[in-house]
Nanobody, 119 residues
Framework: QVQLVESGGGLVQAGGSLRLSCAASGRTLSAMAWFRQAPGKEREFVAAIGVTSGVTKYADSVKGRFTISRDNAKNTVYLQMNSLKPEDTAVYYC??????????????WGQGTQVTVSS
């Protein structure tokens, strides 16, 4: 069973940047996605990337500010977050998904990484 470990979160001021990493314990020959869950809200989709990085999809709320990428040699997926806003505050999770379009999670959720953006 592939395990996913998220890291890179922290406290940052509005307008700042963070880079999240998601390390898989084995090869992830599937699309990958980032999700987030703010307090009192349901987990929501943030960004997805295809197996060969040729296709990326973003939630409208992060389009133009966040960039998803992957390094298959390192079994790692990244989320570069720029121009952060207080509403980006959430716990961020990554997961293997069925596709960049359907985005059904395939693995148990990890512990996530907390991102807090102060105003």
């Amino acid at each position: 069973q592939v395990q996913l470990v998220e890291s890179g979160g922290g406290l940052v001021q509005a307008g700042g940047s963070l880079r999240l990493s998601c390390a898989a314990s084995g090869r992830t020959l599937s699309a990958m996605a980032w999700f987030r869950q703010a307090p009192g809200k349901e987990r929501e989709f943030v960004a997805a990337i295809g197996v060969t990085s040729g296709v990326t999809k973003y939630a409208d709320s992060v389009k133009g500010r966040f960039t998803i990428s992957r390094d298959n040699a390192k079994n790692t997926v990244y989320l570069q977050m720029n121009s952060l806003k207080p509403e980006d505050t959430a716990v961020y999770y990554c997961n293997a998904v069925t596709s960049t379009t359907t985005r059904i999670p395939l693995r148990p959720w990890g512990q996530g990484t907390q991102v807090t953006v102060s105003s």
